[in-house]
């Protein structure tokens, strides 16, 4: 059952990524929390499945024409910033508070998406 529900998840994950240009974690977080993973844990297991995801959707896009790479090049350095900053932050912050951060930005997100800015 355990594969057939992580298959499922992937596609719709890979789906939504692709679409949205990002999402796959809100739908993999939980998913890996209801398996039974940490918020660490399924924060950080998202995210190494979300990096291929996005690399191909990226190529994708590139090569139909989408985008450029200069678009996004100048997001890149400040980008690699936030990750360090990030990766710092959560070995600080405690499972619960990481969690309640997570499903707050959550529907910070959806409220902003649904509502208009």
Do not use: C, H, W
């Not at 997001?75 to 508070?97: D, E, R, Y």
């Not at 959550?106 to 902003?112: D, E, N, Q």
């Amino acid at each position: 059952m355990k594969n057939v529900k992580s298959f499922f998840f992937g596609i719709v994950a890979g789906v939504i990524n692709t679409l949205l240009g990002a999402g796959a974690g809100i739908l993999i977080v939980p998913f890996l929390r209801s398996e039974g993973l940490s918020q660490k844990a399924a924060q950080a297991t998202a995210l190494s499945v979300i990096l291929p995801l996005s690399a191909v959707s990226m190529l994708i896009y590139l090569r139909s024409g989408y985008f450029s790479l200069g678009d996004g090049v100048y997001f890149i350095p400040f980008g690699l910033i936030g990750v360090i900053a990030g990766v710092f932050l959560m070995g600080k912050i405690p499972q619960k508070t990481l969690s309640l951060i997570f499903y707050a930005f959550l529907l910070y997100s959806g409220s902003r998406m649904l509502f208009g800015r």
